[in-house]
T-cell receptor
């Protein structure tokens, strides 16, 4: 149990386009989901906390207009990188809270050309 | 505010040797403690967690960790490592709820030599 999926697993896009990443809790409902960003050989940095039915809470320094988060249901949160640029290339990982633990998705590798 | 320090960025060990990955944390309140493992190009997998109770926590893949409140440490150990344990290991802390933020350490790369 407690499986979290992400789609797509990897995406390549042109600079200036928008990319949507989905995070789903497959066998449980998650009121709260989290989005992280991981640079090569670095740790995970929390970008935002996504709460079902309300606005996401962004960490300091994260542009809310660039990284749009929607948590429309108890099993789905989406992260949209708007007007992506090469510096947005990274590994994006989501997690979903259930019980006393967060369960992590497999990650989405974004490459912006 | 909470923080996590992983003192070793890389730990090379020989196969079947014991290993300890160090983790120290700082927090003004009680916390939950976690160790996660990340294999190349994959997400994070929970190895073990300390919520309360016994300070020695056993996890998957033969790993265990000991919570030491006085030293604010949560070191990860395995008595005999395998090649398949080669990965990045992250220590993390959070508040008393799965809806709390998780603060990650910088990670320790464990490389196993045959």
């Amino acid at each position: 149990g407690a499986v979290v999926s992400q789609h797509p697993s990897r995406v390549i896009c042109k600079s200036g386009t928008s990319v949507k990443i989905e995070c789903r809790s497959l066998d449980f409902q998650a009121t709260t989901m989290f989005w992280y960003r991981q640079f090569p050989k670095k740790s995970l940095m929390l970008m935002a906390t996504s709460n079902e039915g309300s606005k996401a809470t962004y960490e300091q320094g994260v542009e809310k207009d660039k990284f749009l988060i929607n948590h429309a249901s108890l099993t789905l949160s989406t992260l949209t990188v708007t007007s992506a640029h090469p510096e947005d290339s990274s590994f994006y990982i989501c997690s979903a809270a259930w019980g006393e633990t967060q369960y992590f998705g497999p990650g989405t590798r974004l490459l912006v050309l | 505010a909470q923080s996590v320090t992983q003192l070793d960025s890389q730990v090379p060990v020989f196969e079947e040797a014991p290993v300890e990955l160090r983790c120290n944390y700082s927090s003004s309140v009680s916390v939950y403690l976690f160790w996660y493992v990340q294999y190349p190009n994959q997400g994070l997998q929970l190895l073990l967690k300390y919520l309360s109770g016994s300070t020695l926590v056993k996890g998957i893949n033969g790993f265990e960790a000991e919570f030491n409140k006085s030293q604010t440490s949560f070191h990860l150990r395995k008595p005999s490592v395998h090649i398949s344990d080669t990965a990045e290991y992250f220590c993390a802390v959070s508040g008393f709820s799965s809806a709390s933020k998780i603060i990650f350490g910088s990670g320790t790369r464990l490389s196993i030599r045959p």
